[in-house]
């Protein structure tokens, strides 16, 4: 499984903007998709994960009400909608496959084994 991210550029603080990721190789399997944010001074840190059917999704206490996560396996993309963006969400943005199945949606990235390249998000005026 390979995953490409695509999307990220330069906005101002309260804009909008539409991550997407681009899933090959899956062989018709799917698997629960997350995003994940870092910048150069914080680690890693979970933003959304959405199932592998996208009947369930978890948020990020700092991204909840502002950012949407979605997926359409038909296109086997997953997209993550950023709205009212604040500086503070200046990162590199990746997305991440979980291959292990478990119970939960986890939003730890110890369970993602599957990374892309990143994407670079800047907001400010």
């Known amino acids: 499984l390979q995953l490409q991210e695509s999307g990220g550029r330069s906005v101002q603080p309260g804009e909008s903007l539409r991550l997407s990721c681009a899933a090959s190789g899956s062989n018709g399997v799917y698997y629960p998709i997350a995003w994940f944010r870092q910048t150069l001074m914080n680690e890693r840190e979970g933003v959304s994960v959405?199932?592998?059917?996208?009947?369930?999704?978890k948020y990020a206490d700092s991204v909840k009400g502002r950012f949407t996560i979605s997926r359409d396996n038909a296109e086997n993309a997953v997209y993550l909608q950023m709205s009212d963006l604040k500086p503070e969400d200046t990162a590199v943005y990746y997305c991440a496959a979980q291959s292990l199945a478990t119970m939960s949606l986890n939003l730890d990235k110890i369970w993602y084994d599957r990374w892309g390249q990143g994407t670079q998000v800047t907001v400010s005026s």
């Open positions: 959405i199932s592998s059917s996208g009947d369930r999704t």
